[in-house]
């Protein structure tokens, strides 16, 4: 059975920090890429970071870049969000995410290319 699983979510004041656990089931890590993605009421889902299973570079939203850093244990089939210097703005519930084909830079953070997603798990950030 396939399942994303996402978990490490809570409350946390502006410039703390947060990490995020991505648990996948159904499908070998290292074969397949993961993509993290937010989103609150009103708005759009918005891409926030990738790692791809046949390339050691990881993408980031412009948003979120130089503070999270993506990371993948294929060990533990498991990918993480490590969240720094977080903001308010950041405040979102945080999805894990397949893509059902190669992505490319256009496509990316394209909501429709992913096939598979978890349930989320809720980020405040407030003081």
């Known amino acids: 059975q396939v399942q994303f699983v996402e978990s490490g979510g809570g409350l946390v004041q502006p410039g703390g920090s947060l990490r995020l656990s991505c648990a996948v089931s159904?499908?070998?890590?290292?074969?397949?890429?993961i993509s993290w993605f937010r989103q609150t009421p009103g708005k759009e889902r918005e891409g926030v970071a990738s790692t791809l299973h046949f390339s050691t570079t990881t993408y980031y939203g412009d948003s979120v870049k130089g503070r999270f850093t993506i990371s993948r244990d294929n060990a533990k089939n498991t990918v993480y969000l490590q969240m720094d210097n977080l903001k308010p703005d950041d405040t979102a519930i945080y999805y894990c995410?397949?893509?059902?084909?190669?992505?490319?830079?256009?496509?990316?953070?394209?909501?429709?290319?992913?096939?598979?997603w978890g349930r989320g798990t809720q980020v405040t950030v407030s003081s």
């Open positions: 995410a397949r893509p059902f084909d190669r992505l490319t830079r256009s496509t990316m953070w394209d909501p429709d290319e992913y096939d598979y």
């Open positions: 159904g499908f070998t890590l290292a074969d397949i890429t």
